[in-house]
């Protein structure tokens, strides 16, 4: 679906680049996500990819097409939601979709049907202008998929939702995925990254600091620990060890031979530590 060969872009005003010799593919029906702080160059790359900025250097390909060299049918092709979506305010949310719609040869899909799944039923007929950022970023969801893209580009999705409308457009997310559409997810929500990607790239300075999928980039840390609590005379003590040592470990097995552990956890690496590790950068 996407292929990257050492892309390289500067602003025209800038005195650097911003994206570094970046590389790699995205396979048909992958989940692929950028996980990076702001400022990373997440959404500059994204722009790349979906023919919006045009002055770089090295081989873009998206859908087989040179993105230099694309037409109004690659667009036909493709679903954006950006982090700061735009829309016409004075419209309701119907009509809205209504006029985007018209702009595809591609068959929409049900308006109503995907404005009830994002729970904006209610809201069809209120003028956008009264949404709030989190119904506005609902709705850019649905005017992404309403044409069912083959290919769609999420720029931060669940910024400004709440938990359960983050974990209804997460589902929508996998579902798509189901029914084979590709993703591209650029984030610096390490959950969003983990739960929903296949494969995940850390993005910093412009540059791919690492590429695997989540569990893997994951094995880079340490080993998993355990942490455990136990009972000893008349209050509660802690101690931890690596998993693999945990066998070897006296006092856990004294206190699991006499009833005394009230908590065993395993600790694992998540997406946040390993990025913190390789690039001594923070997500936020």
């Known amino acids: 679906m996407i292929t990257v060969e050492n892309l390289a872009l500067r602003y025209p005003r800038g005195k650097e680049d911003v994206l570094r010799g970046i590389s790699f593919?995205?396979?048909?029906?992958?989940?692929?996500?950028?996980?990076?702080?702001?400022?990373?160059?997440?959404?500059?790359?994204?722009?790349?990819?979906?023919?919006?900025?045009?002055?770089?250097?090295?081989r873009v390909t998206v859908l087989g097409t040179e993105?230099?060299?694309?037409?109004?049918?690659?667009?036909?092709?493709i679903g954006v939601v950006f982090e700061f979506?735009?829309?016409?305010?004075?419209?309701?949310?119907?009509?809205?979709?209504?006029?985007?719609?018209?702009?595809?040869r591609r068959p929409a899909s049900d308006p109503l049907h995907l404005l009830a799944r994002v729970g904006l039923a209610a809201e069809a007929g209120?003028?956008?202008?009264?949404?709030?950022k989190g119904m506005k970023m609902r709705l850019a969801f649905v005017r992404a998929v309403l044409h069912q893209p083959k290919l769609l580009?999420?720029?931060?999705?669940?910024?400004?939702?709440?938990?359960?409308h983050a974990r209804v457009i997460k589902d929508l997310v996998l579902e798509m995925k189901r029914n084979g559409t590709t993703v591209i997810l650029t984030t610096h929500n390490m959950h969003d990254a983990e739960e929903l990607?296949?494969?995940v790239a850390f993005l910093v300075d412009g540059a791919i600091r690492a590429l695997d999928t989540p569990s893997g980039l994951c094995a880079y840390q340490n080993e998993p620990v355990v942490e455990y609590t136990y009972r000893e005379a008349g209050s509660e003590r802690q101690g931890m060890t690596p998993l693999a040592a945990l066998k070897d470990d006296q006092v856990f097995l004294k206190h699991l031979q006499a009833g005394n552990l009230t908590r065993v956890e395993t600790k694992e690496a998540t997406l946040e530590d390993v990025f913190i590790q390789l690039t001594g950068r923070c997500l936020h």
């Open 85 to 104: 979506p735009n829309f016409y305010g004075k419209f309701t949310a119907l009509e809205n979709l209504a006029y985007f719609a018209s702009l595809y």
């Open 25 to 58: 593919r995205v396979e048909p029906g992958e989940i692929f996500g950028f996980l990076g702080p702001s400022g990373a160059g997440k959404s500059t790359l994204q722009k790349v990819l979906t023919g919006i900025l045009l002055q770089y250097r090295g």
């Open 197 to 199: 990607c296949d494969r």
């Open 67 to 77: 993105v230099r060299e694309r037409t109004a049918e690659f667009y036909e092709q």
């Open 126 to 132: 209120k003028r956008v202008s009264a949404y709030s």
């Open 153 to 164: 580009f999420l720029d931060e999705p669940t910024s400004g939702l709440d938990p359960a």
